[in-house]
């Protein structure tokens, strides 16, 4: 079974971290409005959908990717970078316990869950701002003895690397390379954002389906040139919180020999 775990927006949203976007008003009806419609369009493109309880003390808890790295037989608690967030982590235990092995990310490595671009058996981290190399390093030791080949990628130009890149499937990236050096992914196909679109570099791949940002037609037209099946959906208030799609949700499937999680 496929599971998307997300959070409601929080009403302290408009007090979000930034890092590289100037502060501007979030309207927090229509960013739960618009969160509503993505949570829907994950459940009818078939995944089971397990939401946390609210936050509302943390501004940034609807970003509940950044928490968790969920593969293939181990999930990581992450540290995350910015300290405001380090509350946010121990919300997803409960849930997250039934179906996965647990690690955690200590002191001193940092570690957000939008670095972690997982492409079948090869994860690629960003090394950015929120991220550092002991994260990396601890992120690695976690998730080589399950097969994995773990590389950092310098992210010198966004917030986190699924910012700048996101795995499609088929062996294929869609990238903005004027924020990330895409030669990093060696022997993955590139498919680049148009380059009117710099934050269209972010998707969400399910069965033969593609979530998308309805904020970039000019790179949703290359995509469909491509083959995809778009499911667009309308994200502008949490972009101002420099959040994209697949920072909303964590998304894995349900293991053989691990309890079976109940959507109360």
């Known amino acids: 079974m496929l599971y998307a775990i997300t959070r409601p927006v929080s009403k302290s949203i408009q007090n979000c971290e930034l890092t590289h976007l100037d502060r501007c008003s979030i309207n927090y009806e229509t960013a739960a409005s618009q969160h509503e419609d993505y949570v ?3 459940r009818n493109m078939g995944a089971t959908i397990v939401e946390l309880d609210p936050l509302h003390d943390h501004a940034d808890a609807v970003f ?45 490595g940092t570690l957000e869950g939008g670095d972690v671009m997982v492409a079948e058996r090869t994860v690629f981290v960003g090394d950015s701002t929120r991220t550092n190399p002991a994260g990396f390093a601890q992120l690695k030791d976690a998730l080589t003895p399950h097969g994995y080949t773990v590389i950092a990628v310098p992210v010198p130009g966004a917030l986190h690397l699924k910012t700048a890149a996101s ?14 050096d895409v030669s990093h992914f060696g022997g993955l196909e590139i498919i680049e954002v148009h380059p009117d679109e710099p934050m269209a570099g972010n998707a969400i791949r ?12 000019h790179t949703a037209g290359r995509l469909t040139a491509r083959g995809f099946n778009l499911v667009m959906v309308d994200s502008t208030e ?23 999680h109940r959507d109360d």
């Open 40 to 42: 829907c369009a994950l």
């Open 64 to 108: 509940v990717e950044d928490i968790i790295v969920v593969v293939d037989g181990v999930a990581v608690l992450t540290r995350p970078g910015a300290a405001s967030r380090r509350g946010e982590v121990e919300s997803i235990v409960e849930t997250i316990t039934p179906h996965r092995p647990l690690h955690r990310i200590e002191s001193p």
């Open 167 to 180: 795995y499609i499937g088929d062996g294929t990236v869609l990238a903005n390379p004027a924020w990330i």
């Open 206 to 217: 399910i069965g033969d389906k593609l979530l998308f940002s309805s904020q970039f037609p």
């Open 238 to 260: 949490l972009s101002k919180a420099e959040g994209s799609l697949t920072c909303k949700s964590v998304i894995f499937t349900s293991e053989q020999g691990q309890s079976q």
